[in-house]
C-alpha cells in the first residue's frame, strides 16, 4: 500500500510490530529498496519520503535546519503507529533526524539501527571530489557521467554498482529534494542526541564507507567512547550505501539487532 497524499509520503508493506525506516538526502524511501521486502517479513514496515524529498509535500517557506526535525516529529504524528511502540531504521542524513526523533518520542521508540550515520561535525582535511550537474550541462551523457563519478564517490564502492536503473533512480533523486540536508548531515548532532536516547542501538557502516574520515576503524572508536552500550559493526563489501550495496549482510545483521 501506497500513501503519496498525505504530508509525508510513505509505502507500507508486512504485518506484525511496527517499522519505521527513513531515508538519506538526497533521496526517498527508495533508499530501502532492497530491504523492504525482506524487513516486511518480519515486521510491518512503515519507508517513509520525509518531507522535502520525493513524493512528501513541500515545506512551509522559510523553515530551517534547526526547525527541520521539529516539523518532521509534528507531521509523523499523523500516523497512528507512532502513538504506539516501533522501531525506527534510518540511513546517513535520516540517523540526523530519527537521533532526534528518538529523543522525542522517548519510551515509544523499542530499537533502532543506523546505517552509514551522519552528523558528526568532523570536518575533512580534503573534500570529498563531487562534481555539479551544471558541468553537465544539458546533455544526458555528460550528467550521467557526473552521476556515476558522484555515486561512486560518496555512495556506491564498487562501479559495478552504478547501474542504468541506479542512475535513473538517482536523477528522480536529484529532481525531487527540495531540502538541503547538508546542514544537519555536517552538524555534531548524532552522537550528541544518542547520548539522550535510552533504547538499544545499532551502527552499522559500509567497510568502505566514503564518510566515515579520517577512517572507519576511528570513527567506530568514538561512537562506541560515546555509547558504551550501542552495537557497533561493519557490513563487508559495501560503501555508504550500505543496504543497497550488500543488502542480504544489511538486513541479516537489523533483523538479528531487531529480534534479538
Not at 121 to 132: E, N, Q
Not at 218 to 230: E, I, V
Amino acid at each position: 500500500m501506497t500513501k503519496s497524499q498525505s504530508t509525508v509520503a510513505y509505502s507500507v508493506a508486512g504485518a506484525g510490530e511496527n517499522l519505521l525506516l527513513v531515508h538519506g538526502g538526497t533521496g526517498s524511501r527508495k533508499h530501502w529498496i532492497r530491504n523492504t521486502a525482506a524487513l516486511a517479513e518480519h515486521y510491518r514496515v512503515w519507508a517513509i519520503d520525509l518531507p522535502g524529498f520525493g513524493e512528501s509535500l513541500e515545506l512551509p517557506a522559510g523553515l530551517c535546519s534547526e526547525q527541520y526535525i521539529d516539523y518532521v516529529y509534528e507531521q509523523l504524528q499523523a500516523l497512528a503507529f507512532t502513538r504506539e511502540p516501533f522501531l525506527i531504521g534510518a540511513f546517513s542524513f535520516g540517523s540526523v533526524v530519527s537521533s532526534g526523533l528518538a529523543i522525542k518520542f522517548g519510551e515509544r521508540l523499542k530499537k533502532m539501527s543506523i546505517v552509514g550515520p551522519a552528523g558528526y561535525g568532523i570536518k575533512r582535511a580534503v573534500p570529498i571530489d563531487t562534481r555539479s550537474m551544471r558541468s553537465a550541462g544539458s546533455s544526458l551523457e555528460a550528467q550521467n557521467e557526473v552521476m556515476r563519478h558522484n555515486l561512486k564517490a560518496i555512495m556506491l564502492y564498487y562501479p559495478e554498482s552504478i547501474t542504468d536503473e541506479m542512475l535513473a533512480m538517482h536523477r528522480i533523486h536529484i529532481n525531487e529534494t527540495r531540502f538541503d540536508s547538508r546542514p544537519l548531515s555536517l552538524s555534531s548532532l548524532l552522537l550528541a542526541n544518542l547520548k539522550q536516547v535510552s533504547c538499544p542501538i545499532q551502527i552499522l557502516w559500509g567497510e568502505h564507507d566514503q564518510y566515515a574520515h579520517p577512517a572507519l576503524d576511528a570513527r567506530m572508536q568514538l561512537t562506541q567512547q560515546t555509547l558504551p552500550t550501542a552495537h557497533l559493526a561493519k557490513i563487508a563489501r559495501a560503501g555508504h550505501w550500505a543496504q543497497y550495496e550488500n543488502a542480504e549482510d544489511t538486513n541479516r545483521a537489523m533483523l538479528d539487532f531487531f529480534k534479538n
